[in-house]
Structure formats: structure tokens, C-alpha cells
């Protein structure tokens, strides 16, 4: 005969749980004497009581049970809540530029926050094993890790945030709450020692470190130093057309055809925040007496074009508008071409026509518009637009647009308070200072001054001014008479 004990009740460990031995084999972990009682029905030993001899407990006795239970729930469940908080964060994050990003860069971060979340999942499964008896080897392995991916995204998106510290941001909340947690979850595994449980601590270290930094440094490559290697080629122009006369009712008019095009002619897609063109009448007055030094200093003072024989002309806007809608886009090798059309009276007093365009464009491949760009209001019609226009000067005339742009790295979206764009589209009688501009900004309505503009060249926004066209009007006038027969 064998004096080994049938039964071996170990001591608990800092758990509570305690390990038992079966005729010389472990058994398994019980919480409490009555998990003890099960796991002894289970092993065939139903008649053998706990107070028995054959049942020998090692340092402390069939009293001491220290599992807290209520305690051990709740951890499990702030855990799991946690987990799945940061696994939703991480996948919503990171599948807008892992599926849409026209980086490479950006969808390689897109795609490690989404493995990260992923990763967060499997943790959230495993928690209650982790709390529990652990019988799955790898479930403190899987906890470490999803734990230190909250860790490290929410101390990223903290460190995007302290950027700018705009505390309207929306998710702002959600970031500190589950840093507090990941820092709370971090404690937890220190206080238990789980990295001992780790099969090879040293590679699980080193694999970490290695994606957390190609993270890093995908995120800095693209919202730092990402260079803007192809630049936005798009062009527009106006052609005036031959002339034709329309006889009316009031007199003859000069119908005067002009032809404008937009064409992007470069590799790197954009948005249109606006385009326009101007036709303008010019009449030009000859001096009497060569210009006097101060007469010409005082033209150019006034951005006027100095003659020497010449008064500056006179200008009259006889044509205006838009040639794309503003939020628009056109894409590499696309080109427009739209006509119009411009009715003159054959009597008009003008010497020359003058024809000018500009559009304004953001790279698509910086920054998105969502919802297009809305016309917000009219400067002449205050009911139902903004009264003034702080910044830029907008003139007497405008029309005014707004729309949600976003970044090209969903990282910074998420990370700042929402930004519109805010173009304008200014008008003036004589022409010349008309002119087409857009800014990013904080939401604040349009009633309200605010100077928080951001740069341009964080979104790619882009002025250009096209091609434009001169033709003297009473050639043009005279054609279209001989054309008629006249």
C-alpha cells in the first residue's frame, strides 16, 4: 500500500484559487468548497467527505477560501467593456483611410489600428477566462496585448489631440476615458504579474515594439513629411467667338460667344471651391499732354496700368459667373467646356472686351468634402445670409459657401474639432476687383468675425488664374454687321 493522499488541496494563490490533486495528478482549480465537492463527484470520489483523511490540506485548511467574487465580475466586466470600447474606437478609426486613403502610408496605419481593434476583440473574448480559471494558456498573453493597444492608440490620439487642444472635439471624452481605463487595465496585469504567464515574453516585447513603431512612423510620414511630389495641374481659359447681330424691338444687340474650359491636365485629382469668369467693357481715353510724373505715381498707387498717353479705362461688367459649381471635382485628364454667351448693344461705347478667369481648387488627395459645398447666403439678401464678411474682404457683392472638409488621415479628423470651408465669390460693377477665395476654419457662423484660419497648404488650396481674352469690340461689332448684310 501507498501512503500518497487520494486528495491534495493546494494552497490558494493570490488569486484565491486553489489547485488540487487527484491520486497523485492535478485536477483542476476550485474557487470554494463547493466547486471542491464538484470536482471530487466528478473524479468518482462522491462518498469521500472533505473532513476526511484521505483529503489532506496543505498550509491552511477546508476554512480559508479567499475568492471575492463580486469583485472578480466586475474586474471581468470593466474589462470586457473596455476591450470592446477601444476595439470599436480602433476599427472605426482606421477603416476610413484603411479602405478610402489615396496614401499608402495612411491605409498601412488604417489597417494596424484595425488589426489592433481586432486583436482587442479576441482579448474581450478571452477576459472571462482571464478572470476566471485560465485555461486557456494564451488568454494573459492576448489580455497584454490588447491592453497595451489601448494603451498606445489612445496615448496616440491624446498626443494628435494636445496639437491644437481644441476641447469641442467630439471623441475627446471618449480618448481620455479609455486612456484612464487602458492605464487602470495596465495596472490590474502589473498587480497580477501576467507577463509571467507569457510563453516567450522577450519576442512578444520585441514584436510589439516593432509595430507600434511602423505605426508611428507611417502616421508621422503621412500627416508630417508626406511631400506633395505631383502638383495640381488645372487649367482654365475663356475664347470670345466670332459675333452675330440679333435685330430686337429696343434696338440691335451684338450677341458675342465666349468659350470656357476647365481641364486638368496633371496626375493629381481636385476640387473646384470655385471658378468664375469676368467679361468687362473697357473704354479708353487719350490725354492731351504727355502724363505728368505725378499723375502715373498716383495710378500706380491705385494698382492702376500706367500709359503714357492714356487715361486708366473705364470698366463696366457686362458678364459674370460661375463656370463649375462650387465643390465639384475633376479628375486627371478631365476637361469641361462650357459655352456662353454675351448681349452687347451695337451702340455700346466700349473700345475693347476683355475676358478673365480663375478657379480655385483643393488637392483630393489632402482633403475631402463630404457634403459638397452649400451656397450659405447672399450679401445683397441679409435674410437669408450673412450681413458682412470679416475675412477676406469680400467687397459689396458675394456669394457665400460653406462645407465640412476633412483631412486625407482619418487619425487628425478624429483628433480636431469638425472644419468647413468657407469660400466666397465677390463681385464688383467695374470688374477689376472681383475675385473668388476660400479659407478653413472651426465652425462659427457666418454673422460671427473670426481670424482661427488654418494655412492653405494644409488642405492643398490653390488659386490660379487662366487664360483670358482681349478683342476690340468695334471690329467685332463691324463683322457681325457685314456677316448680316448691313
Same mark, same amino acid.
Given at each position: 500500500?501507498?501512503?500518497?493522499?487520494?486528495?491534495? @488541496?493546494?494552497?490558494?494563490?493570490?488569486?484565491?484559487?486553489?489547485?488540487?490533486?487527484?491520486?497523485?495528478?492535478?485536477?483542476?482549480?476550485?474557487?470554494?468548497?463547493?466547486?471542491?465537492?464538484?470536482?471530487?463527484?466528478?473524479?468518482?470520489?462522491?462518498?469521500?467527505?472533505?473532513?476526511?483523511?484521505?483529503?489532506?490540506?496543505?498550509?491552511? =485548511?477546508?476554512?480559508?477560501?479567499?475568492?471575492?467574487?463580486?469583485?472578480?465580475?466586475?474586474?471581468?466586466?470593466? #474589462?470586457?467593456?473596455?476591450? #470592446?470600447?477601444?476595439?470599436?474606437?480602433?476599427?472605426?478609426?482606421?477603416?476610413?483611410? $484603411?479602405? /478610402?486613403?489615396?496614401?499608402?502610408?495612411?491605409?498601412?496605419? =488604417?489597417?494596424? #489600428?484595425?488589426?489592433? /481593434?481586432?486583436?482587442?476583440?479576441?482579448?474581450?473574448?478571452?477576459? %472571462?477566462?482571464?478572470?476566471?480559471?485560465?485555461?486557456?494558456?494564451?488568454?494573459?498573453?492576448?489580455?497584454?496585448?490588447?491592453v497595451l493597444i489601448a494603451l498606445a492608440g489612445n496615448g496616440l490620439f491624446l498626443a494628435m489631440w494636445a496639437g491644437?487642444?481644441?476641447?469641442?472635439?467630439?471623441?475627446?471624452?471618449?480618448?481620455?476615458?479609455?486612456?484612464?481605463?487602458?492605464?487602470?487595465?495596465?495596472?490590474?496585469?502589473?498587480?497580477?504579474?501576467?507577463?509571467?504567464?507569457?510563453?516567450? %515574453?522577450?519576442?512578444?516585447?520585441?514584436?510589439?515594439?516593432?509595430?507600434?513603431? #511602423?505605426?508611428?512612423?507611417?502616421?508621422?510620414?503621412?500627416s508630417w513629411y508626406e511631400p506633395s511630389v505631383a502638383p495640381v495641374s488645372v487649367q482654365s481659359s475663356a475664347k470670345?467667338?466670332?459675333?452675330?447681330?440679333?435685330?430686337?424691338?429696343?434696338?440691335?444687340?451684338?450677341?458675342?460667344? @465666349?468659350?470656357?474650359?476647365?481641364?486638368?491636365?496633371?496626375?493629381?485629382?481636385?476640387?473646384?471651391? /470655385?471658378?468664375?469668369?469676368?467679361?468687362?467693357?473697357?473704354?479708353?481715353?487719350?490725354?492731351?499732354?504727355?502724363?505728368?510724373?505725378?499723375?502715373?505715381?498716383?495710378?500706380?498707387?491705385?494698382? !492702376?496700368?500706367?500709359?503714357?498717353?492714356?487715361?486708366?479705362?473705364?470698366?463696366?461688367?457686362?458678364?459674370? =459667373?460661375?463656370?463649375? /459649381?462650387?465643390?465639384?471635382?475633376?479628375?486627371?485628364?478631365?476637361?469641361?467646356?462650357?459655352? !456662353?454667351?454675351?448681349?452687347?448693344?451695337?451702340? $455700346?461705347?466700349?473700345?475693347?472686351?476683355?475676358?478673365?478667369?480663375?478657379?480655385?481648387?483643393?488637392?483630393?488627395?489632402?482633403?475631402?468634402?463630404?457634403?459638397?459645398?452649400?451656397?450659405?447666403?447672399?450679401?445683397?439678401?441679409?435674410?437669408?445670409?450673412? %450681413?458682412?464678411?470679416?475675412w477676406p474682404q469680400c467687397g459689396d457683392e458675394f456669394v457665400y459657401y460653406v462645407g465640412y472638409v476633412e483631412h486625407?488621415?482619418?487619425?487628425?479628423?478624429?483628433?480636431?474639432?469638425?472644419?468647413?470651408?468657407?469660400?466666397?465669390?465677390?463681385?464688383?460693377? =467695374?470688374?477689376?476687383?472681383?475675385?473668388?477665395?476660400?479659407?478653413?476654419? %472651426?465652425?462659427?457662423?457666418?454673422?460671427?468675425?473670426?481670424?482661427?484660419?488654418?494655412?492653405?497648404?494644409?488642405?492643398?488650396?490653390?488659386?490660379?488664374?487662366?487664360?483670358?481674352?482681349?478683342?476690340?469690340?468695334?471690329?467685332?461689332?463691324?463683322?457681325?454687321?457685314?456677316?448680316?448684310?448691313?
Amino acid at each position: 500500500m501507498t501512503d500518497e493522499p487520494i486528495v491534495v @488541496v493546494h494552497p490558494p494563490d493570490r488569486r484565491g484559487l486553489r489547485e488540487v490533486w487527484v491520486r497523485g495528478e492535478p485536477a483542476g482549480k476550485v474557487w470554494t468548497a463547493h466547486e471542491l465537492r464538484d470536482l471530487l463527484d466528478r473524479s468518482g470520489l462522491a462518498e469521500l467527505e472533505l473532513d476526511d483523511q484521505a483529503v489532506v490540506w496543505r498550509r491552511v =485548511g477546508p476554512d480559508v477560501w479567499p475568492d471575492r467574487a463580486a469583485t472578480r465580475y466586475a474586474t471581468g466586466a470593466v #474589462l470586457v467593456a473596455g476591450l #470592446l470600447g477601444c476595439m470599436v474606437l480602433l476599427i472605426s478609426v482606421g477603416q476610413v483611410d $484603411a479602405i /478610402g486613403s489615396p496614401y499608402f502610408a495612411n491605409r498601412m496605419t =488604417g489597417f494596424l #489600428l484595425m488589426a489592433g /481593434g481586432v486583436v482587442q476583440g479576441v482579448a474581450a473574448i478571452a477576459a %472571462p477566462d482571464f478572470v476566471g480559471k485560465r485555461q486557456w494558456p494564451y488568454s494573459g498573453v492576448v489580455i497584454i496585448a490588447g491592453v497595451l493597444i489601448a494603451l498606445a492608440g489612445n496615448g496616440l490620439f491624446l498626443a494628435m489631440w494636445a496639437g491644437e487642444r481644441e476641447y469641442g472635439t467630439p471623441l475627446f471624452p471618449v480618448f481620455v476615458a479609455l486612456f484612464v481605463w487602458s492605464l487602470w487595465a495596465l495596472w490590474i496585469l502589473f498587480r497580477e504579474k501576467t507577463w509571467r504567464t507569457v510563453p516567450h %515574453p522577450k519576442s512578444f516585447a520585441i514584436g510589439f515594439m516593432i509595430t507600434t513603431a #511602423l505605426t508611428a512612423a507611417n502616421l508621422v510620414k503621412s500627416s508630417w513629411y508626406e511631400p506633395s511630389v505631383a502638383p495640381v495641374s488645372v487649367q482654365s481659359s475663356a475664347k470670345f467667338g466670332k459675333a452675330t447681330l440679333k435685330a430686337t424691338p429696343e434696338g440691335d444687340f451684338v450677341y458675342v460667344p @465666349v468659350t470656357l474650359r476647365v481641364k486638368n491636365s496633371g496626375k493629381v485629382p481636385a476640387y473646384i471651391l /470655385g471658378s468664375a469668369f469676368w467679361v468687362v467693357g473697357r473704354q479708353f481715353a487719350a490725354t492731351a499732354a504727355d502724363r505728368t510724373e505725378q499723375a502715373w505715381k498716383r495710378d500706380l498707387e491705385a494698382g !492702376k496700368d500706367v500709359d503714357l498717353y492714356a487715361k486708366p479705362p473705364d470698366s463696366t461688367m457686362v458678364s459674370t =459667373g460661375e463656370i463649375l /459649381g462650387a465643390g465639384s471635382y475633376v479628375n486627371p485628364g478631365t476637361e469641361f467646356v462650357v459655352q !456662353k454667351l454675351v448681349l452687347l448693344p451695337q451702340s $455700346a461705347e466700349f473700345d475693347a472686351l476683355t475676358a478673365e478667369t480663375k478657379i480655385l481648387t483643393l488637392r483630393k488627395d489632402k482633403a475631402t468634402l463630404p457634403s459638397s459645398l452649400k451656397p450659405h447666403g447672399f450679401s445683397w439678401n441679409p435674410a437669408g445670409g450673412p %450681413p458682412k464678411c470679416s475675412w477676406p474682404q469680400c467687397g459689396d457683392e458675394f456669394v457665400y459657401y460653406v462645407g465640412y472638409v476633412e483631412h486625407s488621415n482619418n487619425i487628425v479628423n478624429v483628433t480636431r474639432e469638425p472644419r468647413y470651408l468657407n469660400s466666397w465669390w465677390r463681385m464688383y460693377a =467695374g470688374g477689376g476687383n472681383s475675385e473668388i477665395s476660400a479659407g478653413v476654419r %472651426p465652425y462659427h457662423p457666418a454673422r460671427e468675425e473670426s481670424a482661427d484660419w488654418e494655412s492653405d497648404d494644409i488642405y492643398g488650396i490653390e488659386k490660379i488664374k487662366g487664360g483670358g481674352d482681349l478683342v476690340p469690340f468695334q471690329p467685332l461689332v463691324a463683322g457681325a454687321l457685314k456677316d448680316a448684310g448691313k
